[in-house]
């Protein structure tokens, strides 16, 4: 049963180990930004497979301890012959073990040495995924900042754009009044001095003992 039991574990972490081996490939530091950019959930993942490497380095110390106590436990003495099998006596009774029960151990404990290291790559990956995650972060609110700002000074610009639009409007409305103003007091004055004339050559006439006519654009004329 113990026997059954690492193979079953080895079986299962042979395909753990298969499965782990297409993600780990992708953990170049070109494909790793570009998963970071395209999507933040790459961090979760790693996290994932951190864990799941892990568990798998727990199950692999199980089995490797117990075979280590069913090989060198106290009580224990074992018979090697130069065949296939190898027979482990203990107290309880007797268990034969095949031979390649050892090379099984060998090749787990080795399965944990992979996995382990998997893992310490897998945490440096992690770790310098989270400085560049650090970097963009820092980029991009530096970005919005500065976008923030460009906008806030165009809004500014905008501001006082209309605010010298409106005083120029004000100042050629100001400026068609006063030349409306200036034109009417113009005409005012002309029609004054018009009136002092005629006044003027009535008088005249009078002096000179000449008839006064009612027309008063015949004065032109007659003087």
């Known amino acids: 049963a113990e026997l059954e039991n690492l ?36 961090e979760s993942d790693l996290n994932l497979i951190k864990e799941s490497i892990s568990a ?24 090697s012959t130069e065949g296939q099998e190898v ?7 007797t268990v034969e073990v095949p031979g390649h029960s050892a090379k099984l151990v060998r090749k787990l404990q ?3 040495r ?4 998997q893992l310490q790559q897998l945490q440096c990956e992690h770790e310098k995924l989270n400085r560049e995650n650090q970097v963009l972060k820092q980029a991009l609110m530096s970005k919005a900042q500065e976008s923030a700002d460009k906008e806030e000074a ?7 754009y209309d605010e010298l639009k409106r005083g120029l409007e ?3 409305r100001n400026a068609r009044d006063s030349r409306y103003l200036a034109l009417m007091e113009r005409e005012r004055r002309i029609a ?17 003992g000449l008839p006064v006519p009612l027309d008063t654009k015949q004065y032109a004329s007659d003087t």
């Open 114 to 117: 992979v996995l382990q290291q």
């Open 110 to 112: 080795e399965m944990q």
């Open 154 to 160: 165009a809004v500014r610009e905008q501001v006082d």
């Open 170 to 172: 004000a100042a050629a």
């Open 7 to 42: 193979r079953k574990s080895l079986r299962e972490l042979q395909e753990k180990a298969e499965k782990a081996e297409p993600l780990l490939r992708l953990g170049s530091p070109g494909k790793l930004r570009a998963l970071i950019v395209r999507n933040t959930a790459s």
């Open 56 to 79: 798998d380095a727990s199950e692999v110390q199980k089995p490797v301890a117990s075979s280590n106590a069913l090989i060198m436990g106290n009580n224990v003495s074992k018979e």
């Open 192 to 208: 004054q001095v018009t009136r002092l004339k005629i006044q003027l050559e009535k008088a005249q006439r009078k002096l000179k």
């Open 87 to 93: 027979t482990v006596r203990s107290q309880d009774g």
